[in-house]
């Protein structure tokens, strides 16, 4: 529980539990947290400890986290435009939204958009391609 205490502590400081792969000030608690997911896939983590961790707000899944912290910005940027989900690819107000639309639309055109965030997307009304009012 020794790196529990550590990931604890570092909750708090951040106010999130996403330690990277390459946390350079404790390579340890890095894979620590990496391990935990990895038991938590394959069954193998006790409901105690993973009780523990979401109590922490410990995302065993971050990169669906991110996705849907992304698609709500989208809905509230859709919300003070006019229902429009056209998020310029620079967009000064929030880069991080405006990259992140962009990746959508390339994910999509390469196929590598899920079958179940395509359609989150279109039932937002998500406009795929540039229309001349965007221009």
């Known amino acids: 529980m020794q790196k529990y205490e550590v990931l604890k502590a570092f909750q708090k400081e951040n106010g999130h539990c996403r330690v990277r792969k390459r946390y350079e000030s404790d390579p340890s608690l890095a894979s620590w947290v990496d391990r ?48 429009s989900c056209w998020v310029p690819q620079k967009y000064k107000a929030d880069p991080a939204l405006g990259e992140w639309v962009h990746n959508q639309r390339q994910d999509r055109k390469r196929g590598r958009l899920s079958k179940e965030r395509k359609q989150m997307l279109n039932d937002l009304g998500f406009e795929w391609n540039k229309s001349k009012s965007h221009e």
Do not use: A, C, I
């Open 36 to 83: 935990q997911r990895q038991d938590n896939r394959k069954g193998r983590l006790s409901e105690e400890r993973k009780h523990m961790l979401l109590d922490l707000g410990f995302e065993f899944n971050p990169l669906q986290s991110t996705w849907l912290e992304q698609f709500h910005f989208l809905k509230e940027f859709q919300q003070t435009h006019g229902g």
